[in-house]
């Protein structure tokens, strides 16, 4: 039993399935299971399964200066919200470096909830909040249930009416199986996916009812690892685990600029006013390094920390690798030498007891169309 400082709603269902419950984000997390990973990455692939992600760290904040402290906060502009509309977003300190993601959910017009990760999110909007007209207030009483895969939709179908007509990244007030739940269109494996905000009471009987009623159809409960193996496939970074804080430079401070990491999409067209915006702008063109796919010769999974060379020059290392069963291939994600982070360029990826060809691929390595997580009805 991990010791962590917030409690698991669904410690003695995570027990039961043969999870250790090691710490994560200060929960404890079911890593893994008395099942086969392979098995519960499949399922999410062709069928659906059930996660618990209630790790991630809800923060609700309202107020008539909500608006204004996300706005500057994040990367995004939230003005473009509307209730019931979410986005995906950075946020980066006064030196222009990445320190957390979060998905931002517009729930009214002076109420917002910003849900993230391990990294200084909530620290960076209570600092924010200070002297303003605000409220910002962790919720932990607050779980989330992750249901990604193709039949995720048919089987919300059959409780809540409507389900099949919300977007990608929107929301909905509703209820399931009689209690009353928040329904996200948004998930992290790259798949057509719901995650289900829950009151911690109600979190066992919806887990319970979800996995019971969706048997016939497939869903399986699945750990927390099994994400790490869709992240790959997805393109997905997961803080600290592809960052300089994992991995720091030489004589440097760790920090990742958003052009490194490939995430200044989410910098808002036009937008020049958030936290380290200067830094930020400042720093494009100048990347140490990008985040990058790598494509493995043969079936071996790769390990973080393996290296990656060309001829006796290091040009990267690997934060996160798996072998698809389904695709029959080794694959990765790399922080690699800019000049190499084209399709094609040939590799050699050397590991405690390995050494392996390799070859650097575009990113993501499944639906690059993102096909599947826009698709409708």
Known sequence: MAKSWRQAALADRHNALGSRLEDWNGMPTAWTYNQSVADEHEVIRTRAGLMDVSGLKKVHVVGPHAEMLIDYATTRDVS???????????????RGHFVDDCVIYRNGPNAFM?????????????RGGIGRNVSVLFDDDLQDLSLQGPVAVDFLAEHVPGIRDLPYFHH?????FGKPVMISRTGY??????????????????????????????IIPCSFTALDWLRVESSLLFYPFDHSEMYPFAHQRAGDT??????????SKNKREFRGAAEHFRFQGKERFRIFGVLVDGTRATQAGDT????ERQVGVITCGMVSRRAGKSMAIARLD???????????????????????????FDDPEKTKRLAKG
């Open 258 to 267: 958003l052009w490194e990491l490939g995430l200044d999409f989410t910098v």
């Open 308 to 311: 990656l060379w060309v001829g």
């Open 338 to 364: 800019p000049a190499l982070a084209v399709h094609g360029a040939k590799l050699e990826v050397r590991g405690k007891d390995y050494v392996l060809g390799a070859s650097s691929h575009t990113l993501p």
């Open 80 to 94: 473009l919200l509307y209730p019931g509309k979410s986005v995906y977003a950075s946020m980066l300190n006064e």
């Open 114 to 126: 910003v849900v993230h990760g391990s990294g200084e999110g909530h620290e960076l909007l209570n």
């Open 172 to 176: 909905t007030q509703t209820t399931l």
């Open 189 to 218: 494996t790259g798949e057509r996916g719901y995650e289900i905000f829950c009151k911690r009471t109600d979190a066992p009987l919806i887990w319970d009812t979800v996995l019971e009623k969706g048997k016939s159809m497939g």
